[in-house]
């Protein structure tokens, strides 16, 4: 019999992870919700129909498809055509409606334009949600990099206002600042700005092509940007401009002012530079002096998805070796893609398990996260099992988090329990104390032990 395992790329949590995930969840919650944002949930499937084509070609291949099963089908032929197709596509992408008419979300952004769509009728616009659900790619597993993991999204539909843009760079720098990370960086750009850059280059008609290119240079560096530049029909002349924009340094107006001057002739470009300065005033006057985190113009980053049409946003952490933490950006016409044209909106999204590896590496956690219950009553079984378990319900009935060890087993294995699970209190209730009402607490941390009433119990626990 082989050993149990589960699909690479995927991951179990133990309680003490949970517990550190629902840490972060319930922090970008609180603060979602400062800023007036709805939950949303969408299913884990959907229509192939809906997903493909909206993440350009190389998010398309990323897709987890579900093959038909079959079960569906009533007619003995149609099962034999579903079979048929199977034998003949196995070893070929898989397109075939008969074969995959569903697949795994890739992100939450897609659906969710697809749910503003159906439900377009029933919502107030501006519509601000916020979705935190497990999605899906069938990328190469690596550091940071996995094939099942949890986005944490917000969005604004409906408004084309740029106070938006400044509002979630707000949510981003907020975040951060409660969770602790350090030396965080929110890179922002425009991809008016990317395709102004196209122009000068004087192929406005590669703007995805070096769009993609330049979105891979934090990992194969300039050189290898250079190589898929030229691979994908850029002339030198074009590269060589790419390469006096990218290398652009100072201030955020130090690089928007010489952008000015090199996109003078692009109608598009000077375009971008405006929201970008208009997006970085407005989150001066909103932003909190106190947050540590920057926001940085870098004219190199792309954000290689082909519904982002104005900012666009990028978070690194650059304590700690990873990939982005978060990213995002306007999108002018996504439910345009279901019928639903001139409904403008941006959001971001938070890499929930990348920042998980970062405040894990970096010790980030809360200490006090490690347990659950954080009492443990004895058993000594007869009488005082009796006398514990009415102590246990007073706890409780006082908001206190506590459990019992279930057997009366040997003092000495309650004790390695307690131990072991991180528990700070353990309160023995023996024969002595029931006889007097009252329980011995003795503190794990410490190895101090006191004699006390149960209400003094409650008062010195709660």
């Known amino acids: 019999m082989s050993k149990p395992a589960i699909p690479q790329g995927t991951r179990d949590f133990s309680p003490a992870e949970v517990r550190k995930r629902q840490y972060i969840f319930n922090t970008l919650r609180n603060i979602f919700e400062l800023y007036g944002f709805q939950p949303l949930e969408t299913p884990a499937m959907e229509n192939l129909t809906t997903l493909t084509g909206k993440y350009g070609e190389e998010g398309d291949r990323l897709i987890f498809k579900i093959l038909n099963n079959g079960l569906h089908e009533k007619k003995d032929a149609d099962k034999e055509k579903l079979n048929t197709e199977w034998a003949r596509l196995l070893d070929k992408p898989v397109s075939s409606p008969v074969v995959t008419e569903r697949a795994l979300r890739y992100d939450l952004t897609i659906p969710f334009a697809r749910y503003v769509v159906m439900h377009q009728n029933e919502l107030a616009f501006p519509f601000r949600r916020y979705q935190m659900q497990p999605v899906w790619r069938a990328d190469r597993p690596q550091k940071g990099r996995y094939r099942e993991f949890w986005q944490c999204d917000a969005d604004v539909v409906g408004s084309t206002s740029l106070i938006n843009e400044a509002e979630l760079l707000c949510i981003y720098q907020s975040a951060f600042q409660q969770l602790g990370l350090p030396q965080v960086a929110i890179k922002i750009n425009s991809r008016k700005l990317l395709a102004g850059l196209a122009e000068i280059c004087g192929s406005p008609e590669l703007m995805m092509d070096i769009t993609i290119a330049l979105d891979k240079l934090d990992k194969i560096g300039w050189d290898g940007v250079v190589k898929e530049l030229q691979q994908r029909g850029i002339a030198e002349k074009g590269i060589a401009q790419i390469e006096k924009v990218i290398n652009i340094a100072g201030t955020n107006e130090e690089k928007l002012n010489a952008l000015s001057t090199i996109m003078a002739n692009s109608a598009t470009g000077l375009e971008g530079i405006k929201e970008l300065r208009q997006t970085l005033a407005y989150h001066k006057q909103i932003r909190n002096s106190d947050w540590q985190s920057v926001i ?157 009433t149960i209400a003094e119990a409650i008062s010195l626990l709660g």
Do not use: H, W
């Open 296 to 452: 940085e113009v870098d004219i190199s980053l792309a954000r290689g998805l082909n519904y982002y049409t104005g900012v666009i946003v990028e978070v690194v952490c650059r304590a700690v070796q990873m990939g982005s933490i978060g990213g995002g950006g306007r999108y002018d016409d996504l439910t345009g893609l279901f019928g639903l044209k001139n409904l403008s909106g941006v959001g971001v999204s938070f890499g929930i398990d990348r920042i998980y590896d970062v405040m894990e590496e970096l010790n980030l956690f809360p200490q006090t996260l490690a347990t659950g219950a954080n009492i443990m009553i004895a058993n000594f079984g007869g009488d005082n099992e009796a006398y514990a378990l009415q102590i246990l319900q007073k706890l409780r009935a006082n908001g206190i988090a506590a459990e019992i060890y279930p057997e009366a087993a040997k003092f000495d294995k309650q004790m390695k329990y307690a131990n072991k699970r991180g528990i700070n209190y353990v309160l023995l209730p023996g024969d002595d104390e029931r006889a007097q009402n009252k329980v011995s607490i003795k503190n794990f941390n410490t190895g101090e032990q006191q004699s006390v």
